[in-house]
């Protein structure tokens, strides 16, 4: 599924269950919200600290999907279609590391 498709279903859900866009500073604080959330997982699982009782660490994709979807709200709401926006990125990337990252000894 490209992420244009996937931006459009973001957008059918909203209007069939989410009734509309919570507003773009509330999706930036709720996006906020949500990659604490993931920080917090994978502070424990791979970082020095430790789960609490009756935390999951199986919740990692959920997660990571939870920021993924209001992400796209937030794009879905400001007019940026992701897709094109992500293959200009990549591509700004590449012609600036092309040998950037090969050449770091400390990834060697």
């Known amino acids: 599924m490209h ?15 989410g009734v509309r866009y919570f507003n773009e500073l509330t999706n930036t604080v709720i996006l906020m919200e949500e990659v604490g959330e993931l920080a917090r997982i ?4 791979y970082g020095e600290q430790s789960f609490k009782e009756g935390e999951d660490e199986s919740k990692l994709g959920e997660e990571m999907a939870d920021v993924l ?3 796209i709200c937030l794009a879905n709401q400001t007019g940026i279609n992701l897709e094109e926006e ?16 090969k050449m770091n000894d400390k990834l060697k």
């Open 3 to 17: 992420l244009k498709e996937i931006q459009n279903k973001v957008d059918e859900w909203i209007k069939n269950y």
């Open 42 to 45: 994978i502070a424990r699982k």
């Open 69 to 71: 979807f209001v992400l």
């Open 86 to 101: 992500f293959l200009k990125k990549l591509e700004k990337k590449t012609n600036r590391d092309r040998e950037r990252h």
